[in-house]
């Protein structure tokens, strides 16, 4: 047979389209049920991280500490009315994807840990190559960070990609949100470089990492920009008391 | 013919050293600087070119008489193209953890050129069986290549060995100790050198070179 004529090469092609589409297409659809539950699953690890909840074995062992640890997922928007109030477990805040973080849909998971009332918020940045994002534990006093969890697309690995690693996300625990004395309610937590932490400014600064200082100041953007957007409901969750 | 003939002992082993795909026929670069920070990904990925690398010989040497030969390197691509994609939905479900790590390189291999040299030039012309040998050497030869540079870079770049601490914390500058990780280490730049120093090394073991 001619392999050379044309009406051979265009059937070849075609039929050759057709097939991997098929393939492609069934193995997407078949796989994707085990890909979304390996994302939330994720997401909920991500989650108990910033709790200080980590290496957890297994999809058994995330399922329950989570189901544990984290009461409601809410709704609120950034003057601190509630949208939807997480009645319904992982259907309201847990459910609002990375990018639909706005002013006007801020997620917020009300956890519990001891007996002691947390609130994790999530916060989105951008780091040197790509995008960073992270949760937030505040304490109930909702002045201090009970913990952090930060991630990324692609930092540099061994550099900007130890935000990612326990010991930097460590520094975070324990510091204040405010300036001491402050009434503006403008979040004063930022990464600062290795070792230049200012005198008396030690409870809001937190070292950065060494040759990595874009990475750095993308964390610190971007923990002060999601901390900006919550201090509304902040503030009205102490009205409250 | 058997199916370890000494002609075929031949096709599997060579890529390893005395035709390696990296340091003899300086391909695969671009993804060999790219995930081997570390050591982990570099032997997810390496792993990953191996089994593409030899299916898509396969594959291609079941087709080679088939084949149009206008738009055979389009068929060569559209057959790589979806077993990557195969492997990264396979990693995604299966494996999630690393498939996070690898990000895109994955779907990068795609683009590595070993995998097209080998289609080009081995499978268009040879048996399945043989194609398929010299896809796992090809792929091995990549791998072990990646293990290397991936293993030294994340020992000085890191202190550790897959995530595990090799170098003890006591000896760092910061508790005391005389120590310093190398940040170069962790540069892609330092990965161009270490392989060229691997291909310096090889081309030292062999004459003939």
């Known amino acids: 047979m001619d392999t050379n004529k044309n009406s051979y090469t265009i059937i070849y092609a075609s039929v050759m389209v057709i097939v991997v589409a098929f393939l492609l297409a069934f193995v997407s659809s078949a796989l994707k049920p085990t890909q979304d539950q390996n994302v939330e699953l994720d997401k909920k690890k991500q989650i108990l991280a910033s709790l200080g909840l980590r290496d957890l074995d297994g999809a058994e062992a995330v399922e329950k500490a989570y189901s544990e640890a984290v009461v409601c997922d809410l709704v609120v928007d950034s003057l601190g009315n509630v949208l939807k109030d997480g009645k319904n477990k992982d259907k309201d805040g847990f459910v609002v994807p990375q990018k639909e973080i706005s002013p006007s849909c801020l997620p917020v998971y009300v956890c519990k840990i001891k007996d002691e009332t947390k609130y994790v918020i999530p916060m989105t940045g951008r780091g040197l190559w790509g995008g960073l994002w992270g949760y937030m534990a505040i304490n109930a006093d909702l002045r201090t960070v009970f913990g952090a969890y930060f991630s990324h697309e692609s930092e540099t690995a061994g550099l900007g990609a130890l935000i990612a690693d326990k010991p930097f996300q460590e520094k975070f625990i324990g510091k204040n949100i405010f300036a001491e004395g402050d009434s503006t309610g403008t979040p004063a937590l930022c990464v600062v470089k290795n070792g230049k932490v200012e005198a008396g400014k030690d409870k809001t600064q937190v070292d950065g990492i060494t040759g990595a200082t874009l990475t750095s100041v993308g964390v610190s953007n971007m923990v002060q920009d999601g901390l900006k957007q919550y201090v509304g409901y902040f503030k009205s969750l102490e009205q409250k008391r | ?209």
Request: charged share 10%; hydrophobic share 55%; with cysteine.
């Open chain 2, 1 to 209: 013919m058997s199916l370890f003939s000494k002609a075929n002992r031949e096709v599997l082993t060579s890529p390893l050293a005395k035709n390696n795909p990296v340091a003899v026929q300086v391909l695969g670069i671009c993804s060999a600087l790219a995930v081997t920070a570390q050591l982990e990904p570099a032997i997810v990925m390496g792993l990953s070119v191996t089994v593409i690398t030899a299916f898509a010989n396969v594959i291609i040497s079941l087709l080679r008489k088939t084949i149009p030969n206008r738009i055979r390197i389009i068929v060569q691509l559209v057959v790589v193209a979806s077993l990557v994609t195969l492997v990264s939905q396979i990693l995604k479900a299966y494996a999630y953890d690393v498939s996070v790590q690898l990000s895109v390189y994955v779907g990068l291999i795609i683009t590595n050129c070993i995998l097209m040299g080998r289609l080009e030039a081995f499978a268009m012309m040879n048996g399945p069986w043989e194609s398929f040998l010299d896809g796992v050497g090809s792929g091995l030869g990549y791998a072990w290549i990646l293990v290397a540079v991936g293993f030294v870079r994340e020992l000085f770049g890191n202190g550790t060995l897959l995530g595990l601490r090799v170098i003890p914390d006591s000896l760092y500058v910061e508790n005391g100790g005389f120590y310093v990780n190398n940040g170069m280490m962790t540069m892609p730049a330092m990965a161009l050198i270490l392989v060229g120093c691997l291909i310096w090394a090889l081309r030292a073991c062999q004459k003939e070179q």
